[in-house]
């Protein structure tokens, strides 16, 4: 069974959400600075004293893995792209968008936001750091805020290392998609570089544990073993749904086009085709053309705009949506492209249209959710 992650706020209008994993993560955190960090690095306070300041220290721990997540969605959405939400999860943050970038450019904006916003925040707290000690003199808040410019720094150098998912590997991926035009073949050196960084976490992270002297190295070993697992797993759905989409992507209208249900000529009255045409053929939307060519396509639901004393004297000329680049595609054309501009163009349906422009088919959203070609 999988749980809905929590909703817990909302920032910039993005619904931030915290996956059940990452709650013992957030309470080993705090254990961790409360118990083991701050006692050995600060003698001689009230326990209770620990345990806030562990508190504190994980709160904006998670802040900062927040705002480099905020980092990416902010950038994605200054490129056009829509935001659904954030999740903190047991290894992180996670952004979750509508589609991903149309092109190399915002793809490596997008990317560089998260480790930029995170280089950001440890300059912030070295500079806070200095002030705790130069001018407040202050042993705790030193202690604090050299933790979280350290964390930081190392958020943003791991986010940095070349493999899918990881910034870096979309940064890879950007480059290799600007250099070579190749979307596909990019994101597939990406992937591939990320598994092997992955299987390296495993094996550093086994190594480090094999040859642990302390808790703290074992803790250290494990974790590197569950994060290079997390990254090869997510490395390997990325690499089967690349494919899939790269199978879609060979697939082409003329695959999967239909006849056309009705083909009304453009001087037939609503009162006709109410009589003769929608008795008989249950579409919402039906081609217009005259010796197959394409005039228009009509929306029926738009008719009942339209009052029923003025049926007789309305020709479907006058109320279809006239020919646009919208309105057609060829049978060439990559389904996954049809697809989209069916999704555009508010009808739901497009016409088939030959080299010469003649109707060969027809294509409606109906026929992507009656097989399996849904993208
Ligand atoms: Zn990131």
């Known amino acids: 069974m999988r749980l809905r992650p929590i909703h817990v706020a909302t920032l910039f209008r993005i619904p931030i959400r915290v996956s059940y994993g990452w709650i013992p993560v957030v309470l080993l955190h ?36 927040l705002g480099h997540e905020i980092g990416h969605a902010l950038v994605a959405r200054a490129e056009g792209i829509r935001i659904y939400d954030i999740t903190l999860h047991l290894f992180g943050g996670f952004a979750r968008f509508e589609h991903e970038a149309y092109s190399p450019g915002a793809e490596f904006r997008i990317a560089v936001a998260g480790p930029s916003a995170s280089f950001l925040y440890a300059v912030m707290f070295f500079l806070l750091n200095q002030l705790s000690t130069s001018v407040f003199d202050s042993r705790p808040a030193a202690l604090i805020t050299n933790y979280l410019a350290l964390s930081n720094l190392i958020l943003a150098l791991f986010n940095l290392l070349p493999g899918f998912p990881l910034d870096g590997g979309r940064i890879f991926r950007a480059w290799l998609w600007a250099r070579w035009g190749d979307y596909w073949r990019a994101s597939r050196w990406a992937i591939g570089v990320g598994q092997g960084i992955a299987y390296l976490l495993i094996g550093l992270g086994v190594f480090w544990a094999l040859r642990a002297r ?134 739901g349906a497009t016409a088939v249209l030959d080299a010469n422009g003649y109707i060969v088919g027809y294509l409606t959203l109906e026929d992507f959710r009656s097989d399996a070609h849904t993208p």
């Open 30 to 65: 705090v254990y961790a600075v409360s118990v083991f960090y701050l006692p050995h690095h600060l003698q001689g306070f009230h326990p209770f004293a620990y345990w806030a300041l562990g508190v504190g220290t994980t709160l904006l721990l998670f802040l900062s893995v």
């Open 214 to 347: 302390t808790s703290a190295d074992l803790f250290a070993g494990a974790w590197s073993i569950l994060i290079g697992i997390f990254l090869r797993d997510v490395a390997e759905s990325s690499r089967l749904s690349l494919k899939q989409a790269d199978q879609m992507r060979r697939i082409r209208v003329a695959d999967v086009m239909r006849d056309p249900p009705a083909l009304l000529p453009p001087e037939m009255t609503v009162e006709e085709l109410a009589a003769r045409v929608l008795t008989m053929y249950r579409s919402r939307t039906f081609p217009v053309s005259r010796d197959r060519r394409l005039h228009g396509i009509l929306l029926v639901p738009a008719l009942q705009a339209l009052p029923r004393e003025r049926w007789a004297q309305t020709t479907i000329r006058e109320v279809m949506r006239p020919v646009a680049p919208l309105l057609f595609v060829h049978p060439e054309t990559p389904l996954w492209e049809a697809h989209r501009v069916l999704r555009r163009n508010g009808l």
